[in-house]
């Protein structure tokens, strides 16, 4: 599988966009230069023989493909796992959990677990939220990232709003820009379901979260609220 996978990723391969996603992501990242679509339609071609197979034997072969490091290669995973989704309890929760330990080093990659994967336990186990909990204190960036990250779907389906709104306050002061950058990206995703209070809990502390994290959060603002929150 893993060698089937890293065929079809050099068919689509581009270095020149190789390169701009090296540049996009501000940090070391290997990559092949697949494209977005590519990459969709490579993981279409692999669903059909996954799904035949047994659960261990699908998801000792996923980390096989992860292990390869490439944002191509954690889309794939992300792809292919995404379908089997409404089977999703605690036990994939622990897995994605530690693939997001061993092999998340970017925001494409921990994107990916955290908005597609994680979310959908926790969307099948409301009680995994508690884990989200104790990511906020993590040492590793990619973890306090996902603590956000990891809520944007919730949100978007009108569940729980006031663990986010919670859940928020402990991240507001990391400084560590992945962290500052999801933290906005929820509230932004807040501000639609309960605008009053994201805008009130901005203002209660104006001076702890960060200018990054304000910009983000008040893309959706109405003027007079962006006003406000970014004064």
Same mark, same amino acid.
């Given at each position: /599988?893993?060698?089937q996978?890293?065929?079809?990723?050099l #068919?689509h391969? %581009?270095?020149?966009?190789?390169?701009?996603?090296?540049?996009?992501f501000?940090?070391?990242?290997?990559?092949? %230069?697949?494209?977005?679509?590519?990459v969709? *339609?490579?993981?279409?071609?692999? +669903? =059909?023989e996954?799904?035949?197979?047994p659960a261990?034997?699908? *998801?000792?072969? /996923?980390e096989?493909?992860?292990? @390869?490091?490439?944002p191509? +290669? %954690?889309?794939?995973? +992300?792809?292919v /796992?995404r379908?089997?989704?409404?089977?999703?309890?605690?036990r &994939?929760?622990?897995?994605f &959990?530690?693939?997001? #330990?061993? @092999?998340a080093?970017n925001?494409?990659?921990?994107?990916?677990?955290?908005?597609w994967l994680m979310?959908?336990c926790?969307a099948? #186990?409301?009680?995994?939220?508690? $884990?989200?909990?104790?990511?906020?204190?993590?040492?590793?960036?990619?973890?306090?990232r996902?603590?956000?990250?990891?809520?944007?779907? *919730?949100?978007?389906?009108?569940?729980?709003?006031?663990?986010?709104?919670?859940?928020?306050?402990? !991240?507001?002061q990391d400084?560590?820009? /992945?962290v *500052?950058? =999801?933290?906005g990206?929820?509230?932004?995703?807040?501000?639609?379901?309960? !605008?009053? &209070?994201?805008?009130a809990?901005?203002? $209660?502390?104006?001076n702890?979260?960060s200018?990054?994290?304000? @910009?983000?959060?008040a893309?959706?603002m109405? !003027? &007079? @609220?962006? $006003?406000?929150?970014l004064?």
């Amino acid at each position: /599988m893993d060698i089937q996978i890293y065929n079809l990723a050099l #068919d689509h391969a %581009g270095p020149p966009f190789a390169e701009g996603q090296r540049r996009f992501f501000r940090h070391e990242v290997k990559t092949w %230069g697949v494209r977005g679509d590519a990459v969709t *339609e490579i993981a279409r071609q692999l +669903c =059909g023989e996954v799904r035949r197979w047994p659960a261990g034997a699908h *998801e000792e072969q /996923m980390e096989r493909i992860w292990k @390869h490091g490439t944002p191509e +290669c %954690g889309a794939v995973v +992300c792809h292919v /796992m995404r379908r089997l989704a409404r089977t999703f309890s605690g036990r &994939e929760f622990l897995l994605f &959990e530690q693939c997001q #330990d061993r @092999h998340a080093h970017n925001s494409a990659h921990t994107d990916g677990i955290a908005s597609w994967l994680m979310a959908a336990c926790i969307a099948n #186990d409301a009680s995994l939220l508690e $884990r989200v909990w104790g990511w906020t204190n993590s040492p590793n960036r990619w973890n306090r990232r996902t603590a956000v990250v990891s809520l944007l779907q *919730e949100l978007k389906r009108g569940q729980q709003k006031k663990f986010v709104l919670r859940i928020t306050k402990k !991240p507001l002061q990391d400084r560590d820009d /992945m962290v *500052e950058k =999801g933290l906005g990206w929820l509230l932004k995703e807040a501000y639609p379901q309960r !605008p009053a &209070e994201v805008v009130a809990f901005l203002l $209660r502390e104006p001076n702890a979260a960060s200018h990054l994290t304000l @910009h983000y959060a008040a893309e959706k603002m109405t !003027p &007079e @609220h962006r $006003r406000k929150v970014l004064a």
